[in-house]
């Protein structure tokens, strides 16, 4: 039991497409008094991501899709695409079953070895969401699909395959903006799995 918590009330303020809840609650500071606090939840279910890379050929595998929320945010006028590695929600399955359905899914590889590596909460001030993370090697002869993401998900994938060296350069330059593609490049660099 949280000593530090008190009279947590929930309220949901959507469940349109995944649930936005209102907490409010007693948080007890340091210096011992109890302070009234409001903070809203959005909870998207927790998601695996991939690096797919290539020792050989010292690639890896990214994907590059829209993303309405970024075309949103962007100050110069922009697209709202981003290039990111393969990830999705778990929807009830386990992190490493989540991360090889979602790599034939999106880019068309299938991987039967992935390493977890870590986990993060990648924005905890607001969403629930915990993210796993995984490395898995690739060879030309793993590829069965052309990938691209699930019809049914209106996803429209296009799977890039790029030297890491190069990829690196996209985070350094901007190319690259999305949080769980930089972590899993700098591990695949710092690692040297590539």
């Not at 799977?159 to 990829?167: D, F, G, H, I, Q």
Request: aromatic share 10%.
């Amino acid at each position: 039991m949280h000593t530090f918590l008190k009279n947590i009330k929930k309220v949901l303020l959507s469940d349109n497409w995944y649930t936005l809840n209102k907490f409010s609650f007693e948080y007890l500071r340091e210096d011992g008094i109890w302070e009234k606090q409001e903070r809203e939840v959005y909870d998207c279910g927790d998601a695996a991501a991939i690096l797919l890379y290539n020792k050989q050929k010292q690639t890896v595998i990214l994907t590059k899709q829209f993303r309405m929320p970024v075309y949103q945010n962007e100050t110069e006028p922009g697209d709202g695409m981003m290039i990111e590695v393969c990830a999705g929600l778990l929807d009830g399955d386990t992190p490493e079953v989540c991360i090889k359905k979602e790599a034939i899914e999106e880019t068309g590889y299938k991987i039967d070895l992935v390493s977890k590596v870590f986990e993060s909460f990648m924005v905890p001030g607001t969403v629930m969401q915990k993210v796993h993370f995984f490395v898995g090697e690739y060879k030309e002869k793993d590829r069965i699909s052309a990938g691209g993401g699930a019809d049914y998900e209106t996803e429209n994938i296009e799977v890039l395959e790029v030297s890491l060296k190069e990829a690196i350069s996209w985070v350094q330059n901007g190319k690259i903006k999305d949080g769980k593609t930089i972590m899993l490049l700098q591990h695949a660099q710092i690692q040297n799995l590539v």
